[in-house]
């Protein structure tokens, strides 16, 4: 898996830009404004098969978009968007979160944008499609469920942006950017209605059974060196996503992903107790061999399991 990428582009000219965005998000795109006075700033991280944008422009441009081949959650940080899709009208600002492409075959959508930045977070449908184990996904509302889930949302597109511009070039490993991923997908499909997120059903339910929690357990700690997911963990288990979730909180009061980073924190606590701390090796280099993102969060996690910090014990071997 690719390491983290940036990349940025500005120019003075519409045309460019409209180009660029081509470029960026797909044939569909097509922008109109002035020609004279315009500036467009656009620059991207991409890890994996998500990206985070960050566009900003001058003057009012009005944008008109087909289906995308990939869902886009839009955020406006200091601009005013409106957003017209389906027959409907909407307007966001600051401190709102939407989709803005909601499915490969969607209806198309116009913007009209005045000057200022919009964020945007993009992820491949596949991706979804995978980890929730559905053929296709149909996303109800461009709407997140309550303002909670909105918080959450946004929190951990800049989460998971801070990591991947401050850590090392060893973030590029597989399980960092496929916890990225994870992360960021899990937090889409908790935020947005859709039809592949629910309560369980009765044959969930009966599935969440003792048996299925062991036979996921094994999976993990057999596999916890490798990009699994939760579809990967159901699976093994012989369930469907739901009733894995559903027999997690019933039977240990957490979620599979949650035991996931348990297990994996274990192995590098492991790690750590054996090393050689003359080796040069570092407490990053472990967090990321493990999957974990950042390593200030690392660290608060190895704290609460093991009352210390993973340096003294990297350094004192206890």
């Known amino acids: 898996m690719p390491v983290p990428q940036h990349w940025a582009f500005q120019t003075t000219d519409c045309d460019s830009a409209g180009d660029y965005l081509v470029k960026m998000y797909g044939p569909s795109v097509r922008m109109t404004g002035r020609r004279k ?16 944008d ?27 968007m409106d957003y017209h899709r389906g027959g409907t009208d ?57 303002p909670a889930a909105a918080r959450h949302l946004t929190a951990t597109i800049d989460y998971v942006t801070e990591a991947l511009r401050t850590v090392p070039p060893l973030a590029g490993t597989s399980l960092v950017v496929a916890g990225a991923e994870g992360m960021l997908a899990a937090a889409v499909l ?9 309560d369980p059903a009765d044959g969930d339910r009966r599935d969440a059974h003792p048996r299925t929690v062991r036979r996921a357990v094994a999976f993990i700690e057999s ?12 699976a093994a288990a ?12 019933r039977h240990l009061g ?8 348990r297990v994996r924190l274990d192995h590098a606590h492991r790690e750590l107790l054996a090393a050689d701390p003359t080796t040069g090796l570092t407490v990053t280099e472990v967090a990321a061999r493990w999957g974990f993102l950042h390593p200030g969060r690392f660290a608060h996690y190895y704290r609460a399991a093991y009352g210390r910090s993973p340096l003294r014990t990297l350094h004192d071997g206890e």
Do not use: C, K
């Open 54 to 80: 960050y566009s900003s422009q001058t003057d009012e441009i009005v944008y008109s978009v087909g289906p995308m081949p990939a869902l886009l959650v839009g955020r406006p940080r200091t601009m005013v």
């Open 223 to 234: 596999d916890a060196h490798r990009e699994i997911t939760v579809a990967d963990i159901a």
């Open 238 to 249: 012989h369930v469907t996503i739901r009733a894995l979730q559903y027999a997690f909180r």
């Open 90 to 146: 909407y307007r966001f600002g600051p401190g709102d979160v939407f989709l803005a492409s909601s499915a490969p075959d969607g209806e198309p959508f116009g913007a009209h944008w005045a000057d200022g930045v919009m964020q945007a977070a993009s992820l491949p449908f596949p991706l979804l499609t995978r980890i929730t184990e559905t053929e296709r996904i149909r996303f109800t509302d461009l709407r997140p469920v309550t």
């Open 37 to 52: 006075g315009y500036s467009f700033r656009h620059s991207r991280l991409t890890a994996g098969s998500f990206a985070i």
């Open 254 to 261: 957490a979620t599979p992903t949650e035991h996931l980073r």
């Open 190 to 198: 908790t935020a947005f209605p859709n039809t592949a997120v629910g």
